[in-house]
């Protein structure tokens, strides 16, 4: 299992583990810089940890992030994601494309 990380600095904040763990720290640092404040960057990372946690518990990588493969990480119930998951995970994937991690 991946270590821990945090999201963002305040101390009622998620960790995150899974495949997204070691890119959370840059995300959040580039919404910051992209003017976010600091309740949505918190509302953002909440939701991406939870779905890097889901990622890890089925043993997905991630090439499995992507909008239309959201209902592969919650198989059993119906969800409702939080207002603005779609665009949180189009920033993501954006995120690591740049970075080249993902294409």
């Not at 299992?1 to 959040?28: N, Y």
């Not at 119930?77 to 998951?85: E, F, Q, S």
Request: charged share 25%.
């Amino acid at each position: 299992m991946s270590d821990p990380k945090r999201c963002g600095t305040a101390p009622d904040e998620c960790r995150c583990v899974g495949p997204l763990a070691s890119h959370i720290d840059g995300f959040v640092a580039q919404l910051e810089r992209d003017g976010y404040a600091p309740t949505t960057v918190r509302a953002k990372c909440a939701f991406l940890a939870e779905i890097s946690g889901r990622l890890e518990a089925l043993g997905l990588s991630l090439d499995a992030l992507g909008e239309r493969d959201l209902g592969r990480l919650y198989p059993h119930r119906r969800v409702r994601l939080p207002r603005g998951a779609a665009a949180t995970i189009n920033q993501m994937l954006r995120y690591l494309r740049d970075l080249g991690w993902i294409q």
